[in-house]
């Protein structure tokens, strides 16, 4: 347990919250993207891809720059914004439902299936 812990020590936790919020967004337009191509919209799905790949290459540049030895946590922070990313969007398709950001926010956590 100390050695996983050890991971998270030396960089700030504002660090983490970042790599973790970028994780989570970049995860909204990987999904907005594939959504652009699978409706068959090639301007916005050039555009979104662009996009991507910029957060994509940027991330990693600064993954591999200069974290001073932190690599290991702040990708396993990334990974975790990415999940969570993926979560919401496919519990996003509940909120266009409702229609109310509450409600979306209520049902992210929620495991009833019944719906």
């Given at each position: ?67 001073e030895g932190q ?45």
């Amino acid at each position: 347990m100390d050695s996983l812990l050890s991971i998270f020590q030396g960089a700030a936790w504002s660090q983490y919250l970042l790599f973790f919020s970028v994780g989570f967004f970049q995860d909204l337009l990987i999904t907005l993207y594939y959504q652009a191509i699978s409706k068959d919209y090639p301007l916005r799905s050039g555009f979104l891809s662009f996009v991507v790949t910029v957060v994509g290459i940027l991330v990693l540049y600064e993954i591999l720059g200069d974290l001073e030895g932190q690599q290991l946590g702040i990708i396993l922070a990334y990974a975790l914004g990415n999940g969570v990313g993926t979560y919401a969007v496919v519990k996003g398709k509940h909120f266009k439902r409702k229609g109310h950001l509450f409600e979306f926010f209520m049902t992210l956590f929620r495991q009833d299936r019944t719906k």
